[in-house]
């Protein structure tokens, strides 16, 4: 049986990680981790096609990409324009969805750089920062920040909030349900947060924050709310459902804002309100900072790059 570098790494008694780091003398590690590392590739034989193409300094092709969930529109519109576009410029994709579950994620990571990729573009929900401090290839976060030494890309959150909340002034909502149902704790998202209360208190409009990870939204919509606004696309059509089944017309009764704009919510749900993120803009800076950064820098603190949103209103089709 062919030997992979995990075997390397158990047989060490490292981590993949740091095999990787031994094979690419990448980082600060002792010579007596360096001389296990390399006597268990010594008795495993261990010299893949990979690891030979990056010991003479080739680059292999190939850059990874790690989302929360293939299943929201967003992230499978987002992966595929990275995917054409990296193809454009001579690289291919290796693309893992986490799941939203760390092991997952970590055993992902551990698969991208035992594989010896040029670059990870990640949206984590998941781990520490550790995972990707410590791995030795470049790493761009797209809406996330992990490390003080990773660049990120993200969209306008801030303003995407107050896009969503002016549109609930402008229709004269009373009572706002706000969604904070996702871990922001780390995310550039917690502005979209901001924005919504900002400009809310800015006009006076009444609004209850709501955690729909601890309470079961039909538990809490239609209550009294007039307005709804969801922290995406997906969670806002299933706002609608329930409203729907609640004997209210979502929409008009009930206002509702979601926040994504992938074409496929356009497509199949026209009558939502949303924010857009610019795909193609965000697939082309995330590319652009993996390409031009050479792996995580211990001196260097990373960079946010924004880009601007828009808003999609049904009524100005």
Do not use: W
């Amino acid at each position: 049986m062919v030997a992979k570098l995990q075997d390397v790494a158990q047989l060490a008694g490292v981590s993949v990680t740091t095999v990787s780091r031994v094979i690419n003398d990448y980082g600060s590690l002792s010579q007596k981790t360096k001389d296990k590392v390399h006597q268990a590739m010594r008795d495993l034989n261990y010299r893949p096609n990979a690891l030979a193409r990056a010991m003479q300094g080739k680059p292999s092709k190939f850059i990874g990409l790690i989302f929360p969930s293939l299943t929201n529109p967003f992230f499978a519109e987002l992966g595929n324009e990275i995917e054409l576009q990296l193809f454009k410029r001579g690289y291919k994709t290796i693309i893992a969805s986490s799941a939203n579950n760390e092991q997952i994620e970590k055993d992902y990571l551990e698969m991208l750089i035992s594989n010896q990729v040029d670059g990870i573009i990640s949206s984590s929900h998941n781990m520490n920062r550790r995972g990707y401090k410590n791995a030795a290839v470049s790493v761009v976060f797209f809406d996330r920040n992990l490390a003080e030494n990773i660049p990120v890309v993200s969209s306008d959150n801030y303003q995407g909030g107050k896009l969503t909340a002016a549109y609930m002034i402008a229709h004269h909502a009373k009572r706002v349900c706000v969604s904070v149902d996702e871990d922001t704790s780390l995310s550039p998202t917690i502005l979209r947060i901001q924005g919504v209360i900002d400009t809310l208190n800015q006009a006076g409009v009444s609004y209850e924050p709501v955690d729909f990870n601890k309470h079961p939204a039909a538990d809490i919509i239609p209550g009294d709310f007039d307005g709804i606004i969801a922290s995406n696309d997906v969670a806002a059509l299933e706002f609608a459902r329930i409203v729907r089944e609640a004997g209210k017309v979502p929409f008009k009764d009930i206002l509702i804002t979601g926040y994504d704009g992938s074409q496929l919510i356009r497509r199949v749900a026209p009558e939502l309100p949303t924010v857009i993120q610019p795909v193609k803009k965000l697939a082309a800076e995330l590319i652009d900072q993996l390409l031009t950064t050479n792996g995580a820098s211990a001196d260097r603190h990373a960079q946010t790059q924004i880009l601007p949103v828009s808003f999609y209103d049904p009524a100005l089709k």
